[in-house]
Nanobody, 121 residues
């Protein structure tokens, strides 16, 4: 039911940084980032509580990515640093949490169309 839009994708060299943004039209108690590589399943990247600000990260994101949220504005950010070629893929913002594990795509009902991230020399 929520409208979700991502932006900020692009091409960077290994070791570089990118910041992604997500805008959700309706309130969601949790928001999350997922990514997908060609021919593979969705992978949980990060999630955040929009009330308390607690954050959750997938193993591949810990220590390199930071998720943040503008309270009351329906916006979420993903700050990515030390990017690797293995980070290349389509990144999706998910909203309308219906319960369940925060890094499981089935826990969310509303999705953006995705933004492409490419890391290469």
């Amino acid at each position: 039911q929520a409208r979700v839009t991502e932006s900020g994708g692009g091409s960077v060299q290994p070791g570089g940084s990118l910041s992604l943004s997500c805008q959700a039209s309706m309130y969601s108690s949790y928001l999350a980032w997922f990514r997908q590589f060609p021919g593979k399943e969705l992978e949980g990247v990060a999630a955040i509580s929009t009330s308390g600000g607690d954050t959750f990260y997938g193993d591949s994101a810990k220590g390199r990515f930071t998720v943040a949220h503008d309270s009351g504005r329906g916006k979420m950010y993903l700050q990515m640093r030390s990017l690797k070629p293995a980070d290349s893929g389509t990144y999706y913002c998910a909203a309308d949490w219906q319960g369940g594990l925060l890094l499981n795509p089935s826990s969310f009902r509303s999705w953006g169309q995705g933004t492409q991230v490419t890391v290469s020399s």
